[in-house]
Structures are given as structure tokens and as C-alpha cells.
């Protein structure tokens, strides 16, 4: 699995995302189904000169991650940059003792780096277009539809959706960067808020992405899904695919599964092809996802809950703003060069209630006390 392609991925982890440099000292986080990406990675600092120390972990649950990673990190006050890079698959774990553990450091001396899907799929692709790429391509869709009262989305599979948005609801700009001590999540590559309100048709003909581990082919490229919606709800759905159609049976079966709490634009060009795993990677292909279940607002803005939040993700699409006739084209997108907006959140990841870098919450399956959480 590992190429010429991997590495450049690992080179632009390192080098664009991270901005490691001599000096620094790299504690790397890996469970076991990541073992790979970890040791590239490792790899790539030791060619750096860069020190690094790396620290297992069991997914969810592990009562000795803290000891383990207490003998590796340094005492403070610290003399050196400190670089934290962990790697998971399904999962994004210790959360809470992570925070506590590092919380001791100043932000300014910190990076913090997590990676879920890790693999080589996302190395190859999604981490080749830089932060600053991805960033001025977020800023192209933000500098219009945030003062935006309306949208009509349609792709070339089918869709066809008007979106009524809520200047409360706040817009989330996943690009490969935070601010000083904030969390960086990979792959990035998305930005999005929750609607007031849908409807129409809406086909998703790329994949999904759900926040629970599946052994589920999330590709939806030869089986697509469509779904028709009113009021902000999924009130019918269709697949021709009996597996896939149980699957969504079983998540449309929960509470509030069906209110759309999401709707989401992904930016990574490094992202063509869908992938077999369950990946965050897939939302991140340039195209349009509802998320459906669980919302990505506080709980002070929108206050229901459910167990679930489900992805469903179309390729490409063209977005009419308002009574604007200039559409924006998801496909070719042409990067903004003005300064990324102040007042959209840094990434897909935050604690209800809470500002604080150091309350944000995961963007992975489960928190550590074991709540399922946005993804």
C-alpha cells in the first residue's frame, strides 16, 4: 500500500499541516489498525531530526493510555515545541484525558494533530492539497452563503433540494488548521452548518459515513440512495441495494434519525473516488452531504439529541444562492483569495456550550465517557 503518492502525503502532513520543524519534540498516538500510518510517520520526523516517541493506545477504553503517555511527555516548563499526532481509524479516543494531559503546556508551544480513516487512501489523497489551499477553497463558499437567506442545490445525480438557513446556526470550516492550542482534525476538507429547513429530492450517489464502527462497504456509487424531504425531514427513502437498504432501515429507526442536522460542502480536490471504509474521507470529496440525526449546533441553538448521525454524500453539485445567478460549481471551485472569515468555528469538533479550546469535544465515534458524539 505504501508509494511515492503515500509519502507525499506524509511529507505534507509534516511539513504543511503540522509545520514541524527541528527542535520539536512528537509524541505519536496510534492504535493497533494504525500501526502503518504511524510508523510512516515516524519515519518522516526521524528524517527531519525531529524526536519522536511513540505511544500505543486502545480504542475507547484503555486505563493505562495515561500512564503510558505521562513517561513520555515532557516536564514543564517546556523547552521545546511539543507535537502531538495521533492515529485512528474508526474512532477518535481519550478525548478528555488528552486535554487534561496536555492542558499543562502553554498553547502557544503546543500543536495537536488527530487523524481518523487513517490509511493509506487518505494519504494519498486527501492530504495532498495543503491548508492553505483548502482554506482559501472554504472561504469561496463561506464569503457567499453565510449572509445567505436561501439555497437551491442540485447534482448531476438527481438532486434537486431548496435549503431555507438560520443566521443563528453557526458555519463550521474544516481546513487543516486551528488557532493557537486548538485541535486539528484529518482529513479536512468541508464546511457546513444545519439548516432551518429542506426539502425536495436528495441522492446521494458517492457514499456514506456514520458515527459507529461497521464493516459496511460505504461506497454508494453503484447503488445509490434517494431521498425525499419535507420540512427538514426524510420522509421517504429508496434503494435498490437490499444490504444497504436494511442498514438505513435500522438508522432511520431511531429517534430524530431523520431530521437533517447537517448540511455539508466538501472542498478536498485530493478526494475523487470514494473508498470501501467508513471514512470521514468521503465527506470530504468536493460535493454536497446532508447529515442526518445528530446536528452540529449547541445544544443552546438546537436542543434535541439522537444516537446517531449518518452522512449521506452526492458527488459534486451547483449551489444558487439567493437571487443570485452566478451558481457556485462544487467541481470547479476557484479558491478565494481574501482572508478566511473570523466568525465561522475552526473545525468539525466542539463541546456544547463552550468556546474553549480545551473543552472542545471529538469528532470521532464515542467521547471517553462513552456518549455518542457528532462526527
Not at 92 to 109: D, V, W
Not at 311 to 321: K, V, Y
Amino acid at each position: 500500500m505504501f508509494n511515492d503518492r503515500v509519502w507525499s502525503g506524509v511529507e505534507s502532513l509534516l511539513d504543511e499541516y503540522a509545520k514541524v520543524r527541528q527542535g520539536d519534540l512528537a509524541i505519536i498516538l496510534y492504535t493497533s489498525d494504525s500501526y502503518e500510518p504511524a510508523a510512516w510517520v515516524s519515519v518522516g520526523l526521524n528524517l527531519r531530526g525531529v524526536d519522536a516517541r511513540r505511544v500505543w493506545m486502545a480504542p475507547l477504553v484503555d486505563p493505562g493510555f495515561v500512564g503510558r503517555l505521562e513517561r513520555e511527555l515532557p516536564p514543564v516548563p517546556l523547552s521545546q515545541r511539543l507535537v502531538v499526532l495521533s492515529f485512528e481509524r474508526d474512532t477518535m479516543s481519550h478525548t478528555n484525558e488528552l486535554a487534561a494531559a496536555l492542558g499543562r503546556y502553554p498553547r502557544e508551544q503546543r500543536v495537536i494533530v488527530r487523524m481518523i480513516s487513517a490509511s493509506a487512501e487518505v494519504f494519498s489523497g486527501a492530504l495532498i492539497p495543503t491548508p492553505l489551499e483548502l482554506s482559501g477553497r472554504n472561504a469561496a463558499i463561506l464569503e457567499r452563503c453565510m449572509r445567505a437567506s436561501r439555497l437551491r442545490i442540485t447534482t448531476q445525480g438527481g438532486t434537486d433540494i431548496l435549503v431555507t438557513l438560520d443566521p443563528k446556526h453557526r458555519w463550521i470550516s474544516n481546513r487543516g488548521s486551528a488557532r493557537p492550542g486548538g485541535t486539528i482534525i484529518l482529513p479536512a476538507g468541508e464546511v457546513a452548518t444545519c439548516p432551518r429547513s429542506i426539502s425536495g429530492t436528495f441522492v446521494a450517489d458517492f457514499a456514506f459515513n456514520v458515527n459507529t464502527i461497521t464493516a459496511r462497504d460505504a461506497r454508494l456509487n453503484q447503488h445509490p440512495v434517494t431521498l425525499h424531504l419535507e420540512a427538514g425531514r426524510a420522509v421517504e427513502f429508496y434503494c435498490f441495494h437490499d444490504e444497504t437498504k436494511h442498514f438505513l432501515d435500522e438508522c432511520f429507526s431511531m429517534e430524530n434519525a431523520r431530521n437533517v442536522g447537517e448540511l455539508g460542502f466538501g472542498t478536498n480536490v485530493g478526494v475523487r473516488e470514494p473508498i470501501a471504509l467508513n471514512s470521514h474521507m468521503n465527506e470530504r470529496r468536493p460535493g454536497v452531504h446532508l447529515g442526518f440525526g445528530q446536528h452540529n449546533q449547541q445544544e443552546t441553538v438546537l436542543s434535541y439529541r439522537c444516537q446517531i448521525h449518518l452522512d449521506l454524500i452526492a458527488r459534486g453539485g451547483t449551489i444558487w444562492i439567493d437571487d443570485n445567478t452566478e451558481p457556485i460549481d462544487l467541481d470547479h471551485l476557484c479558491p478565494s483569495t481574501n482572508s478566511h472569515p473570523t466568525d465561522s468555528r475552526d473545525e468539525d469538533v466542539f463541546a456544547p456550550g463552550s468556546e474553549a479550546l480545551d473543552d472542545q469535544d471529538c469528532c470521532g465515534l464515542v467521547r471517553s465517557d462513552g456518549q455518542v458524539c457528532v462526527t
